[in-house]
């Protein structure tokens, strides 16, 4: 079960499925996503997140709080929040998530720190403790081509908290991802760990993704790197045991979900679980 604290983290990561549309500030050509409110009906379970902003659309810090109109199972009072650090160029240097009172293990927060190359990201994640103690629990690598990230790696530790998991890792210690892009979209991912591998294909609009460049542990490739809005995905599993599921094709086009403002952002999906608003920069 995934904990009330990680579906705090979780506000931020998903894409936009529903929600109402509106500015803060005068109107511009440039607006960046300013706060997000996600609902998600499996865990009734209502957050705000609420981004700051150093420049342009760089990320200072997100705050997360419950929506007081849908609390059931939440903690009304928690406003755990993720601080965001840069080098000189612009690259994400640390990621640093403090929880909003401390674990029962001790812990008060999750610190990413990036070593970044032209050709070459590498990531250690460290668990937080009240003492101000590290302790290392994920080790993470980046393969980049023309500024793209092609390929993940990451290893987890024995310190690594398997009642806290992320959506991205599923609790597997070693896992590698390939990645291909396709009009500045990521089209597919491989995964490989000790289990499985799995083939996923993608399927977008010609809309802009409000999540694009947001980093979070919990956010997904597809949503992170992509310029577009994914509408549909189809994925195939080849198991260890030798057990093959294989997804329906892809269709050669879909009928999107989303209605879009006039700049052409996502404002509402029939779904109906979020909403957003942007701020003029």
């Known amino acids: 079960m995934i904990s009330p604290l990680r579906l705090l983290c979780l506000a931020g990561l998903f894409l936009l499925q529903s929600c109402n549309y509106t500015y803060v500030g005068q109107e511009a050509e440039k607006v960046r996503l300013k706060t997000l409110f996600y609902k998600n009906s499996g865990v009734f379970i209502g957050i705000t997140s609420t ?12 705050t997360f709080a419950n929506n007081p109109e849908y609390l059931s ?50 990531s250690e994640s460290y668990f937080l403790e009240k003492g101000g103690q590290r302790v290392l629990f994920k080790k993470g690598s980046y393969t980049l081509a023309n500024g793209l990230v092609t390929s993940y790696s990451r290893q987890l530790t024995d310190k690594y908290d398997f009642s806290q998991l992320y959506l991205s890792e599923q609790g597997y210690p070693t896992e590698t991802s390939e ?39 919990d956010i997904t490739p597809v949503r992170r790197y992509s310029r577009n809005n994914m509408l549909t995905s189809s994925s195939t599993y080849i198991y260890s045991n030798g057990q093959n599921i294989q997804g329906a094709p892809l269709p ?16 509402s999906e029939s779904s109906g679980f979020n909403r957003f608003e942007y701020e003029a920069y």
């Open 51 to 62: 981004f700051d902003y150093s420049v342009g659309k760089q990320i200072q810090q997100c």
């Open 73 to 122: 199972g939440a903690d009304p009072t928690g406003k755990p929040v993720a601080l965001y650090t840069y080098e000189a160029n612009g690259q994400l240097a640390s990621y640093d998530f403090r929880y909003a009172r401390p674990t029962s293990k001790g812990r008060t927060g999750e610190l990413t720190v990036f070593t970044n190359t032209p050709a070459l990201i590498t």
């Open 252 to 267: 050669a086009s879909i009928a999107s979900p989303f209605v879009y403002d006039g700049r052409g952002y996502p404002v």
């Open 179 to 217: 990645y291909t892009y396709a009009g500045g979209n990521l089209v597919r991912v491989k995964t490989k760990n000790n289990e499985y591998e799995l083939t996923t294909d993608y399927l977008y609009d010609a809309n802009p993704n409000p999540l694009q460049g947001i980093y979070n542990p």
